[in-house]
């Protein structure tokens, strides 16, 4: 449910961003000062004549990062700080943020509007290959495990492109707790 503004709106004529400092967003001050004091109009993204979507020479489909992802969510449905959070209580405040939910970082409905502080609790608590930055999965962590004593914990974390201290944790069940198998 799209939340009502409770703030100050940009003075620059077509901008909706919230007001950081002298009655201009953080984009349109920064546009200010870097000319002068002369606010140059910022050029529409439809008059840039840049291809977007798949026809962008950078495109890279689903396999996007971290922030290629929220941001295509932000243009297909809109900036968080318009929703209240999916958690609603007291604690509630701050920027708001896009959460995934399963780890589809291509599809848009899969992220929910999250306070800042619900949004780094849920991350928190996202196990595993869930994480965003996470290096293994659950799959090599098994497999790290079975060979653990057959081939050194170096060479498998050269192989599996982690350190050898983060391998080490894995098989060693001080992290990926929540991978059954053995523990070496």
């Known amino acids: 449910m799209p939340r009502p503004h409770n703030y100050a709106i940009c003075s620059v004529d077509g901008c909706d961003r919230e007001v950081e400092c002298n009655g201009l ?32 020479h950078a495109w890279k489909g689903d396999d996007v990062g971290y922030f290629a992802a929220h941001a295509r969510v932000q243009r297909a449905r809109g900036a968080a700080s318009e929703y209240y959070c ?61 060979r653990y004593g057959s081939v050194t914990i170096d060479a498998m974390a050269i192989e599996y492109g982690v350190s050898g201290v983060a391998l080490s944790n894995a098989i060693h069940g001080r992290s990926w707790k929540h991978v059954p198998g053995r523990v070496g």
């Not at 405040?93 to 949004?119: E, F, Q, T």
């Open 25 to 56: 967003c953080k984009k349109d001050y920064e546009r200010a000062r870097r000319h002068s004091g002369v606010l140059a109009p910022p050029i529409p993204q439809s008059e840039r004549n840049l291809p977007t979507g798949p026809d962008h």
């Open 86 to 146: 999916e958690h609603e209580d007291e604690t509630c405040k701050g920027p708001m943020d896009w959460a995934n939910l399963s780890g589809n970082y291509g599809d848009v409905m899969d992220y929910i509007p999250l306070c800042r502080s619900h949004h780094v609790r849920f991350d928190v608590r996202a196990l595993g290959s869930r994480k965003p930055n996470a290096k293994l999965t659950e799959a090599k962590v098994i497999e790290a495990r079975q």
